[in-house]
């Protein structure tokens, strides 16, 4: 089984959101229905980034990195086009 770290963008107030699953398609669907308490004020949501680990542990570790202060500069310079797509 395979674990994804996913980080979704709020279009309601344009911040992001980090966690982990076992069913991406799933948990998307769970966040826009307003059945994660997390985000259910900060819908819609959109997937804008996705990382698949062998097991929940790497899973959880990549998470943490994600949510911190190095793992948020990380996600800026990987999503640069995204979130600046003219340079």
């Not at 307003?34 to 804008?48: A, F, Q, Y």
Request: with cysteine.
């Amino acid at each position: 089984m395979y674990y994804y770290v996913y980080v979704l963008l709020s279009e309601k107030d344009n911040l992001m959101y980090t966690g982990y699953t076992s069913d991406i398609r799933n948990r998307l669907q769970l966040h826009n229905d307003g059945k994660v308490e997390s985000t259910k004020n900060r819908r819609p949501l959109k997937l804008i980034y996705y990382e698949g680990c062998l097991n929940q542990q790497d899973a959880t570790r990549r998470e943490k990195y994600l949510k911190s202060g190095n793992g948020k500069i990380y996600l800026r310079n990987r999503l640069g086009n995204y979130f600046n797509p003219t340079g």
